[in-house]
């Protein structure tokens, strides 16, 4: 099987940073993109990043400027930058992998369990 686990969560002062990691493991041949998404309460849940297999990214641009996403293949983690924290950044985020299990045909689309971030004013 296959296993998203996000980390890096937290409480953090308008205006500051915070760096979310999400490691995948188990039988992976290869991931294709892996994307960050967040949920506030009552809200739906919004695409925030994505990044490709080759390293090439797109934004929403709610965070374009400010969050910045990447990915260590060799550890098969996408890591989310998040500077000048607002307020309205406050949700759960969640890591999202499309990726090629080893031994089994086809692309498997996996879900982190969300990891909580907090933006006081």
């Known amino acids: 099987q296959v296993q998203l686990v996000e980390s890096g969560g937290g409480l953090v002062q308008a205006g500051g940073s915070l760096r979310l990691s999400c490691a995948a493991s188990?039988?992976?041949?290869?991931?294709?993109?892996m994307e960050w998404y967040r949920q506030a309460p009552g809200k739906q849940r919004e695409w925030v990043a994505i990044?490709?297999?080759?390293?090439?990214?797109n934004y929403a641009d709610s965070v374009k400027g400010r969050f910045t996403i990447s990915r260590d293949n060799a550890k098969n983690t996408v890591y989310l930058q998040m500077s000048s924290l607002k307020p309205e950044d406050a949700a759960v985020y969640y890591c999202?992998?499309?990726?090629?299990?080893?031994?089994?045909?086809?692309?498997?689309?996996?879900w982190g369990q969300g990891t909580q971030v907090t933006v006081s004013s």
């Open positions: 188990g039988s992976i041949s290869s991931i294709n993109v």
């Open positions: 990044i490709t297999g080759d390293g090439s990214t």
């Open positions: 999202h992998a499309n990726l090629r299990r080893l031994g089994v045909p086809g692309a498997w689309s996996y």
